[in-house]
């Protein structure tokens, strides 16, 4: 019996011809005929070799250059550099903002709260979620015109509401895509 390269299963079934498959764990799967002689299977497997193998390194490869993986599993390193690309855009997006709203605004900070895309302190200091930058430009305004908009009022009263409109008429939109999606942010 001719040994392969890499570990394989076989599932036999109803099928009239031999398939073979790489699953999105990388493993191998040979789908087979039932009462198949295995010397058959092993000739497939033999002229296949070339191919699992390419595709085996591919996953491999894949794996390593992060294609299978979320936001959620980011390096150290990833995620300090999405904190310097949300430190720059939130820093021009608020300056921008603020100039229109003739607010001022303290130190921003860039964080990473599962519950918080923004904040605003009484001392006018902002937090910015880098997660946001995943998310339409038009929301990422929203969260910025927001948390400027605290700066006149310290509430999500009416009157807040209305200094949000004044610069940002369809915010309710923003508002319900981050309800709607800001799960995703994470994914
Ligand atoms: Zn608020």
């Given at each position: 019996m001719p040994a392969h390269p890499f570990p394989y299963e076989i599932i036999y079934s109803s099928r009239k011809t031999l398939a073979i498959q790489i699953t999105a764990d990388g493993k191998v799967r040979v789908r087979a005929p039932k009462r198949i002689p295995n010397s058959v299977i092993e000739r497939f497997l033999t002229e296949k070799e070339g191919w699992v193998l390419k595709h085996l390194q591919k996953k491999k490869a894949d794996a390593e250059n992060g294609?299978?993986?979320?936001?959620?599993?980011?390096s150290e390193q990833e995620r300090n550099h999405y904190r310097e690309i949300a430190r720059d855009i939130f820093t021009k997006k608020t300056a921008y903002y603020a100039q229109i709203m003739s607010v001022t605004y303290g130190r921003i900070t860039i964080r990473e709260q599962k519950t918080r895309w923004g904040s605003c302190s009484i001392d006018g200091n902002l937090n910015f979620n880098?997660?946001?930058?995943?998310?339409?430009e038009e929301v990422l305004n929203y969260i910025v015109i927001h948390e400027l908009a605290h700066r006149r009022e310290?509430?999500?009263?009416p009157a807040f509401y209305k200094i949000v409109g004044e610069i940002m008429p369809d915010y309710k939109k923003q508002q319900k895509w981050l309800r709607e999606n800001g799960q995703k942010l994470w994914n």
């Open positions: 294609y299978f993986r979320d936001r959620a599993q980011l880098w997660r946001l930058i995943f998310a339409p310290m509430n999500h009263s």
